[in-house]
């Protein structure tokens, strides 16, 4: 009974709103509970029906305690590693029933990283090449690990990328895959996620947009205090959500990693927004890297079990600033990379014009690999070529309900 009436006074805790001085900030909301599962030779879709009622229930719960769930996602192990020894066609025909499965179960799925070794992988990516486009799985090709740039590798993703965006409907697929450099297991943000582990386990990433630009707007530019601010508005949401997963745990049996504590942004809560508010200058201009590292600084801070990146997403397709910020020219691809040597998550999300060449693919996804394996750091490239496009266009990205911010095709140096 007390350990019941101790739970229910911590969630109770996490629901109210948190106060900064007299003015109130708005709460992040869960982005991402992520369950990981193993699937076996039989290629059985046994563990990832058994995952969904622990993640209905993770949901349940957060949302009782007050948080915003958007998804909840299923991570496997590498796909080799359970697709081997079959043929084209089974394969496809076990990733179209995963796909119905999750369409009817509301949730996102990631079939886990590809990773080059020898020669005969090839294969493999020319599997993936035919699960992606009819399919909404997530997945990702490694580039660069604790063992060096992967230069095949980078070849590859960039292969994968003029594909998919030649073979999907609006060349859409590719903001379901990543090319990917250091990424840590159990990360709960689409498409890096992955773990190879022995399942059963789950990790959360929230959306904080709104969230750090209200807490830095409080600070009113005086960089000392909003650090410290920020640090212990991060502190205290990491606390919620420890006590919220440690309990699940116990209670279910799925083992809690961690939170990626990311501020990932949104259409309508933008992480833009919040490096101009510290600024007080448009994104892009000086004092942006400063902003960068402070943020990322502060969520590091947290005592809360981390995962993933622990880094700061700038996705220029998915923040209605970063994409109003990328037309007017205010920064550009080496910036974004110089962003990441601070604090991550690479290049997400970017707009290029559809004709860019498989040849400048490799050389942008190269950079990144160079700079994720130089700083030992997580990093990723999401690059997003727009089919029949050209530099001074405007994009028109989306599918299913996603509308995403519109923005200008930039020239590539």
């Given at each position: 009974m007390h350990s019941r009436f101790q739970a229910f006074t911590l969630l109770m805790l996490a629901a109210s709103s948190p106060v900064l001085g007299a003015e109130q900030y708005r709460q992040p909301k869960i982005r991402a509970i992520t369950a990981f599962v193993r699937i076996d030779g039989s290629?059985?879709?046994?563990?990832?029906?058994?995952?969904?009622?622990?993640?209905?229930?993770a949901k349940d719960t957060f949302e009782k305690a007050g948080y915003q769930v958007q998804t909840i996602r299923i991570t496997t192990q590498p796909f080799v590693q359970y697709s081997g020894g079959r043929s084209t066609k089974e394969n496809l025909a076990f990733f179209k029933?995963?796909?119905?499965?999750?369409?009817?179960?509301?949730?996102?799925?990631?079939?886990?990283?590809?990773?080059?070794?020898?020669?005969?992988?090839?294969?493999?990516?020319?599997?993936?090449?035919?699960?992606?486009?009819?399919?909404?799985?997530?997945?990702?090709?490694?580039v660069a690990d604790e063992n060096g740039v992967r230069w095949n590798a980078i070849q590859a993703a960039a292969q994968i990328i003029k594909y998919l965006e030649d073979h999907s409907r609006n060349g859409t697929s590719n903001f379901n895959f990543a090319a990917v450099a250091?990424?840590?297991?159990?990360?709960?943000?689409?498409?890096?996620?992955?773990?190879?582990?022995?399942?059963?386990?789950?990790?959360?990433?929230?959306?904080?947009?709104?969230?750090?630009?209200d807490v830095l707007k409080e600070?009113?530019?005086?960089?000392?205090?909003?650090?410290?601010?920020?640090?212990?508005?991060?502190?205290?949401?990491?606390?919620?959500?420890?006590?919220?997963?440690t309990q699940l745990e116990k209670d279910s049996g799925w083992k809690y990693m961690g939170l990626d504590p990311t501020p990932a942004p949104n259409s309508d809560s933008s992480i833009g927004a919040a490096i101009e508010e510290l600024t007080g200058a448009k994104f892009g201009s000086s004092g942006t890297l400063?902003?960068?590292?402070?943020i990322t600084e502060a969520e590091r801070s947290i005592t809360a079990?981390?995962?993933?990146?622990?880094?700061?997403?700038?996705?220029?397709?998915?923040?209605?600033?970063?994409?109003?910020?990328?037309?007017?020219?205010?920064?550009?691809?080496?910036?974004?990379?110089?962003?990441?040597?601070?604090?991550?998550t690479g290049l997400d999300a970017i707009p290029l014009p559809g004709e860019v060449s498989q040849e400048q693919l490799e050389r942008i996804i190269g950079d990144m690999a160079s700079?994720?394996?130089?700083?030992?750091?997580?990093l990723t490239a999401r690059l997003i070529p727009a089919p029949g496009k050209r530099a001074g266009d405007r994009t028109d990205f989306s599918f299913g309900v996603a509308q995403f911010p519109n923005t200008t095709l930039r020239t590539l140096p």
């Open positions: 290629q059985s879709l046994q563990p990832v029906q058994d995952a969904l009622p622990f993640l209905r229930r029933s995963l796909d119905q499965l999750a369409e009817k179960e509301s949730f996102l799925f990631n079939i886990g990283p590809l990773t080059l070794n020898t020669s005969s992988d090839l294969g493999n990516v020319e599997l993936l090449t035919q699960v992606l486009p009819p399919t909404w799985a997530n997945a990702t090709v490694v250091m990424v840590p297991p159990d990360t709960p943000f689409f498409p890096g996620s992955n773990h190879d582990g022995p399942g059963r386990q789950f990790s959360v990433g929230w959306e904080a947009g709104n969230f750090v630009t600070a009113k530019r005086d960089w000392p205090r909003a650090k410290t601010s920020l640090s212990e508005a991060f502190e205290q949401q990491g606390r919620f959500v420890d006590v919220i997963a400063s902003a960068a590292a402070l079990k981390r995962v993933g990146y622990s880094g700061l997403m700038l996705p220029v397709l998915e923040d209605p600033v970063l994409a109003q910020r990328w037309a007017e020219g205010t920064y550009d691809l080496d910036s974004l990379l110089a962003y990441s040597a601070v604090c991550g700079l994720a394996f130089k700083w030992k750091k997580p």
